[in-house]
T-cell receptor, first 109, second 116 residues
Framework: GQNIDQPTEMTATEGAIVQINCTYQTSGFNGLFWYQQHAGEAPTFLSYNVLDGLEEKGRFSSFLSRSKGYSYLLLKELQMKDSASYLCAALDSNYQLIWGAGTKLIIKP | GAVVSQHPSWVICKSGTSVKIECRSLDFQATTMFWYRQFPKQSLMLMATSNEGSKATYEQGVEKDKFLINHASLTLSTLTVTSAHPEDSSFYIC????????????FGQGTRLTVV
């Protein structure tokens, strides 16, 4: 079956760095997305990776290893507003998004 | 990025009534739209995929007669929750893509439905 695994919850300190991991098993693979979702709101797009390697976009970076079925989202210089759920989603061979349950990130002062 | 507008943002309705949720792509043509449901502290669950001009494809366990989806144009899809019950209370989110492959999915703002 298809499966996405990511930690349920993580805690980090304002100003620090945090890495949120995601492993996936899908029928075929056409890329991996990271979304940010604040409570009660719709997800917003953060990144998309389809090739191995690191994609940097400001304070956020996303990494992909296709051979390992693994990705991570790296958040630097954490701010209180970064407190949210971070959703990992893989695009399978039918171009359907398979969603993880999300990682709730709690930022402490 | 592209804009997807979902309306209403929240709705409270009485048990047994029907509620219609609209999803519009404002600056692109969405050949495919997706409808998700999200219960508190849970992942997005795909309910159905709708393609313009054809019947929606429902995921297993989703009642097609209860959740009516219409995608009559390239910019509008609607989800109607018929004969709503309290257990239908949830956060409903639509998503649209303007192509296949590696295009990102753009989300509407979501609709918080409360059935009393």
């Amino acid at each position: 079956g298809q499966n996405i695994d990511q930690p349920t919850e993580m805690t980090a300190t304002e100003g620090a760095i945090v890495q949120i991991n995601c492993t996936y098993q899908t029928s075929g693979f056409n890329g991996l997305f990271w979304y940010q979702q604040h409570a009660g709101e719709a997800p917003t797009f953060l990144s998309y990776n389809v090739l191995d390697g690191l994609e940097e976009k400001g304070r956020f970076s996303s990494f992909l290893s296709r051979s390992k079925g693994y990705s991570y989202l790296l958040l630097k210089e954490l701010q209180m507003k970064d407190s949210a759920s971070y959703l990992c989603a893989a695009l399978d061979s039918n171009y359907q998004l398979i969603w993880g349950a999300g990682t709730k990130l709690i930022i402490k002062p | 990025g592209a804009v997807v507008s979902q309306h209403p943002s929240w709705v409270i309705c009485k048990s047994g009534t029907s509620v219609k949720i609209e999803c519009r792509s404002l600056d692109f043509q969405a050949t495919t739209m997706f409808w998700y449901r999200q219960f508190p502290k849970q992942s997005l669950m795909l309910m159905a995929t709708s393609n313009e001009g054809s019947k929606a494809t429902y995921e297993q366990g989703v009642e097609k007669d209860k959740f009516l989806i219409n995608h009559a144009s390239l910019t509008l899809s609607t989800l109607t929750v018929t004969s709503a019950h309290p257990e239908d209370s949830s956060f409903y989110i639509c998503s649209a893509r303007d192509g296949q492959g590696d295009t990102e999915a753009f989300f509407g703002q979501g609709t918080r439905l409360t059935v009393v």
